[in-house]
C-alpha cells in the first residue's frame, strides 16, 4: 500500500533505523481464535503479544504499521478528534533497556516525523519509586523541568497500561483547533493531544499478585492523527470563535462530500465531516470482502452504512443517496490511499443494505403515520416511536422528525422512559400542532 502521509511512514522508518525490526501488518479481517485485526484495539493485550511474538517473545525491538478501526466512536464528536478509521504505529523492546535510551528513540523518530521536542509536555502516572527514574532520563534528554507533570490517566490511554505494572507516560502536543465538546476560541484547558502512550513494563500480575518480570518491556503507541495534527501557534490562544479541522486523512473526502450534498441541494444540515468517517470505515471493511450482517463485525458494517442513511433522511435528503456517498469514498479515499477499487460483489452488499434500509424506512413511516399512532391519548407516539426503533430499526431521530411533520410533538421525558416499563411516572401530554405544508418532493414515496 502507497503511503500518502509522510509523517507516519518516516517515525516507522526512524525506528527501524534505530535497530528495531519491521514486523508485517496483520491482516484485517482473519487473524486467530476468529478475532478481528482491523477491531482490535490497541489497548487490547493481544496487540503487545503480536509484537513481541508471543507465546515466545523475540528480543530486541519491532515495530508495525497497523490500521485500526475504533468501533466504540458511533457518535458525533468534535471535529478535532481522531477519525474511527486511521493507522497506528506500534513498537516494543523485549529485554532490559535504560531508560534515557529507550525514550531518546521515541524522541528521535518524533523530530524526524516533524514533531519537534519544543512542542511536546510528558504527562508521568507511576508508583512512587517508578517516578523519579523516568523524570532523570527526560531532564537527561533536554526536556524542561515545566514539560513535565505527574497526573491521571487520560481518557484515551490504553486500559492495560497500568501504572502497578511499570512507570506510564503520555507525550501530548497543544492543538491549535478544538479537540473536546466543551472547548471554544478560548479554551482554557488548552486542548491537548495525545502524541504517544509509552510505558515501562517492569512487572505482571498472576494470580492477584504482581511479581517482577524476568524480561521487561518498553512499548510505545503512536498514531497517525497525532503525527498530522496541526500543533499550537506560539502565543496566547486566538478569541472569537471555533474552528472547525479536518483530519488529514479525511480532508479531501470531507470536501467531496460536501460537494455532493450541495449538488443534491441540502443547504445546511448533514455534517460532510461526519459523513466522511463514517463513510471511510464503511469503505475500509467492503474492501474487505465484509458483508453487513445480523451480528458481530458484519453488524458494525451494518449500522454504519444505515448512520450514513439516517444522517441523510434527518436532513431531508432521500437516504439513497449513501450509495453516491460510498462512490465518493471510492474516488476520494480509497484511490488517493492505493487501496484496490471495491469489487463487484462489495457493490451488491451496499446495493442490498441501502434497500433493506429504505424498506424498513417506508414500512415504519406507514405504521408511524397510519389512523391512531398519533392520537391525542398520553404517550401513544412515544411509545410507538420506541417500538418502532426497537422492533423495525427505525432510527429515532427520524421517527422524532416524520412526528413534527405531522404536527405532533411526543413529550421528551415520556420518550425516554417508554422503553423501560418497570419505572413508574405519570403520562405527560402528547403536543398537537397544525401540520405544516408538505414539500413538493417526498424522498420517502
Same mark, same amino acid.
Given at each position: ?85 486511521? =493507522? &497506528?504505529? $506500534?513498537? @516494543?523492546?523485549?529485554? /532490559? *533497556? !535504560?531508560?534515557? +535510551? ?102 505482571? =500480575? &498472576?494470580? $492477584?499478585? @504482581?511479581?517482577?518480570? /524476568? *524480561? !521487561?518491556?518498553? +512499548? ?25 479541522p479536518v483530519p488529514p486523512l479525511l480532508g479531501r473526502l470531507t470536501a467531496g462530500i460536501a460537494d455532493l450534498l450541495a449538488l443534491a441541494g441540502a443547504a445546511a444540515g448533514p455534517s ?18 465484509m458483508a453487513p450482517g445480523p451480528r458481530g463485525g458484519p453488524y458494525v458494517l451494518r449500522r454504519l452504512i444505515r448512520m450514513i442513511g439516517t444522517e441523510l433522511a434527518v436532513h431531508g ?129
Amino acid at each position: 500500500m502507497r503511503e500518502s502521509v509522510p509523517q507516519v511512514s518516516t517515525f516507522a522508518e526512524c525506528l527501524v533505523w534505530l535497530g528495531y525490526r519491521r514486523v508485517p501488518p496483520g491482516p484485517l479481517l482473519a487473524a486467530d481464535d476468529g478475532a478481528t485485526t482491523l477491531f482490535t484495539s490497541v489497548a487490547a493485550p493481544a496487540w503487545r503479544r503480536f509484537l513481541t511474538g508471543h507465546p515466545r517473545p523475540e528480543p530486541g525491538g519491532a515495530v508495525v504499521l497497523q490500521w485500526v478501526l475504533n468501533t466504540s466512536r458511533l457518535a458525533h464528536l468534535p471535529p478535532a478528534s481522531p477519525p474511527s478509521v486511521q =493507522r &497506528t504505529v $506500534g513498537a @516494543v523492546w523485549t529485554g /532490559r *533497556r !535504560p531508560y534515557q +535510551e529507550a525514550l531518546g528513540d521515541v524522541l528521535d523518530a518524533l523530530r524526524k516525523a516533524g514533531v519537534p521536542p519544543g512542542e511536546l509536555t510528558f504527562l508521568i502516572r507511576a508508583e512512587p519509586q517508578d517516578g523519579p527514574p523516568v523524570t532523570a532520563a527526560l531532564r537527561g534528554l533536554g526536556v524542561r523541568p515545566g514539560s513535565i507533570v505527574r497526573g491521571p490517566r487520560p481518557p484515551d490511554a490504553p486500559q492495560r497500561m497500568e501504572t502497578e505494572l511499570g512507570p506510564c507516560l503520555t507525550v501530548r502536543r497543544r492543538s491549535r483547533d478544538v479537540v473536546f465538546g466543551h472547548c471554544d476560541g478560548h479554551c482554557p484547558c488548552g486542548c491537548h493531544l495525545s502524541v504517544a502512550h509509552i510505558q515501562f513494563v517492569e512487572r505482571r =500480575r &498472576t494470580a $492477584g499478585r @504482581v511479581t517482577p518480570l /524476568r *524480561r !521487561p518491556l518498553f +512499548e510505545v503507541i503512536v498514531s497517525e492523527h497525532a503525527l498530522t495534527h496541526h500543533a499550537a501557534p506560539d502565543g496566547p490562544p486566538v478569541r472569537g470563535g471555533r474552528r472547525t479541522p479536518v483530519p488529514p486523512l479525511l480532508g479531501r473526502l470531507t470536501a467531496g462530500i460536501a460537494d455532493l450534498l450541495a449538488l443534491a441541494g441540502a443547504a445546511a444540515g448533514p455534517s460532510p465531516l461526519f459523513l466522511a468517517d463514517l463513510s471511510s470505515a464503511v469503505s475500509l471493511l467492503l474492501g474487505e470482502g465484509m458483508a453487513p450482517g445480523p451480528r458481530g463485525g458484519p453488524y458494525v458494517l451494518r449500522r454504519l452504512i444505515r448512520m450514513i442513511g439516517t444522517e441523510l433522511a434527518v436532513h431531508g435528503l432521500p437516504p439513497a443517496l449513501l450509495t453516491s456517498v460510498i462512490a465518493t469514498t471510492e474516488f476520494a479515499y480509497r484511490a488517493p490511499l492505493g487501496f484496490p477499487e471495491l469489487s463487484a460483489s462489495s457493490w451488491v452488499h451496499m446495493a442490498r443494505e441501502r434497500d433493506a434500509f429504505l424498506r424498513a424506512l417506508v414500512r415504519g413511516r406507514t405504521l408511524l403515520l397510519r389512523s391512531g399512532a398519533l392520537s391525542e391519548r398520553p404517550g401513544e407516539a412515544a411509545r410507538q416511536l420506541t417500538r418502532l426503533w426497537s422492533e423495525r430499526g427505525v432510527p429515532l431521530a427520524l421517527s422524532l422528525r416524520w412526528c413534527r411533520e405531522a404536527g405532533v410533538e411526543p413529550s421528551l421525558p415520556h420518550l425516554a422512559l417508554a422503553g423501560n416499563p418497570d419505572v413508574a411516572h405519570a403520562e405527560p401530554a402528547v403536543t398537537v400542532r397544525p401540520a405544516p405544508p408538505r414539500p413538493a418532493a417526498d424522498p420517502w414515496t
